[in-house]
C-alpha cells in the first residue's frame, strides 16, 4: 500500500517538475522564471527524498537538506536582486 501511494506521489512530482520546466522556458517575466526554479527546486528536494527512501540510503536526506538551503538563498538573492539591485 504504502509503495503505490509513493510510486503516486513520484508520478505527481515528475509531473509537477515537467509543468514547471515548461513555465521557466516560456515564462514571459523574470518573476515567472523565479518561481517556477523554486518550483523545479522543491520537486527535486521531494524526489531525493524518495529515491532515498526506495533505495533505503538515508544519506541522500542529508543532501536533500542542503540543497535546499541553498535554493532558498539563491531565490533569496534573485529576489533582492529583482526588487533593488546588489
Known sequence: MVNSILTA???IILLALL?????FLK???TVDRVISFDVMTISSIALIALIAYFSNRIIYLDV???YGLLSFLGVLIV???IERGL
Open 64 to 66: 536533500a537538506i542542503v
Open 27 to 29: 515564462g514571459p517575466s
Open 79 to 81: 529576489a533582492r536582486y
Open 9 to 11: 506521489a513520484l508520478i
Open 19 to 23: 509543468i514547471s520546466l515548461i513555465r
